[in-house]
């Protein structure tokens, strides 16, 4: 069954869905760069479960500042944990297609992932409340 575009849970749904894959998604054949993109989606469908959750309009973007701005400019605050996130963003196009970016690092895989998992986890305390 499809899931409602409108629906803040569903969003927050994909989120874990894509933070999960991140977490247990190495293997022999698995690039990093693909791990920390769905850090950066993870991040990304959290902060807009919470803009659903609120009632508050958000642009197709893959930016974490952006997401970030919207549900500030509500009167929410958001932890700084969570902003920190934003280094995510990179991710969200430059490490999909091969290109001359440097490879991720094993450190930089982990930090995003830490990221993404506050944010995921930030959001998921705001639908509950």
């Keep these: 069954m499809p899931a409602d575009p409108s629906d803040p849970h569903a969003w927050l749904a994909r989120a874990y869905s894509n933070l999960r894959l991140a977490e247990h998604g190495r293997g022999k054949d698995v690039m990093l760069e693909d791990l920390c993109f769905n850090t950066q989606q993870a991040a990304e469908k959290a902060l807009k ?52 970016v440097e490879e991720i690092t094993q450190e930089e895989y982990e930090e995003a992932l830490a990221l993404a998992s506050k944010v995921v986890f930030w959001a998921d305390t705001i639908l509950a409340s």
């Design 49 to 100: 479960a919470v803009c659903l959750f609120k009632g508050l309009d958000f642009p197709r973007t893959h930016s974490i500042v952006r997401l970030c701005d919207i549900v500030e400019s509500s009167g929410m605050t958001i932890p700084k944990a969570v902003k920190l996130a934003d280094i995510l963003t990179q991710y969200a196009v430059q490490t999909r297609y091969p290109s001359p």
